[in-house]
């Protein structure tokens, strides 16, 4: 069975600094993983996705993930935080199964202070 | 390109009254669709999700239903609303290719009070 923790319910940055946002992931099989960002009444919009290619994931809005086997984690980071990055983000892996639903995390809420 | 679409964008309801939202997908055929809740200060809570016409799957049993009466339309309903329906709901789809590489794309959500 596949499961995502993520590290942090509520992380603080100020506009500039570094943003890291941890996951660790469970899975019996090599998975694929993702994060979405959602934004204040808004639906959930993809940022990157690892499907065994490259570890180090390249996604929107400057942000990047590495899924590193041997932690088992797959932490999203930017390297300078800015206002509107402000947004509830989501840890996601998707089962190797098909059609069957995707496995979320309960989320970390990222607040930019100025 | 792919689209979804869910409406109304917010609702208010009496408790006891019924509920019908509506999600629809343009620009793709036969897609996987999917319900979920956001309560607040919540994660996200699958509700149904449906791999082809008629067929559903349900993940939570509560006094919600969905259905699925054409392919790319996906519904969800209840005859009688509580007071903890309340939240965000959020339809999404998919196109499975195999492999455990399924990416969902969500719709705008609907934001339900139920007073």
């Known amino acids: 069975a596949q499961s995502v923790t993520q590290l942090d319910s509520h992380v603080s940055v100020s506009e500039g600094t570094p943003v890291l946002l941890r996951c660790n992931y469970s899975s019996s099989y090599s998975p694929s993983l993702f994060w979405y960002v959602q934004h204040p009444n808004k639906g959930l919009q993809l940022l990157l996705k690892?499907?065994?290619?490259?570890?180090l994931v390249k996604g929107i809005n400057g942000f990047e993930a590495e899924f590193k086997k041997s932690e088992t984690s797959f932490h999203l980071t930017k390297p300078s935080a800015h206002m509107s990055d402000a947004a509830e983000y989501f840890c996601v892996v998707s089962p190797p199964s098909g059609n069957t639903p995707l496995v979320f995390g309960k989320g970390t809420r990222l607040s930019v202070i100025a | 390109s792919q689209t979804i679409h869910q409406w109304p964008a917010t609702l208010v309801q009496p408790v006891g009254s019924p509920l019908s939202l509506e999600c629809t997908v343009e620009?793709?055929?036969?897609?996987?669709l999917y319900w979920y809740r956001q309560a607040a200060g919540r994660g996200l809570q699958l509700l149904f999700y449906s791999v082809g016409i008629g067929q559903i799957s349900s993940e939570v049993p509560q006094n919600l239903s969905a259905s699925r009466p054409q392919d790319r339309q996906f519904i969800l309903s209840s005859k009688k609303l509580l007071l903890s329906d309340s939240g965000f709901y959020l339809c999404?789809?998919?196109?499975?290719?195999?492999?455990?590489?399924?990416?969902?794309?969500f719709g705008p959500g609907t934001r339900l009070l139920v007073l």
């Open positions: 999404a789809w998919s196109q499975y290719r195999g492999g455990g590489q399924e990416t969902q794309y």
């Open positions: 690892y499907t065994s290619a490259a570890t």
């Open positions: 620009g793709t055929s036969n897609p996987n």
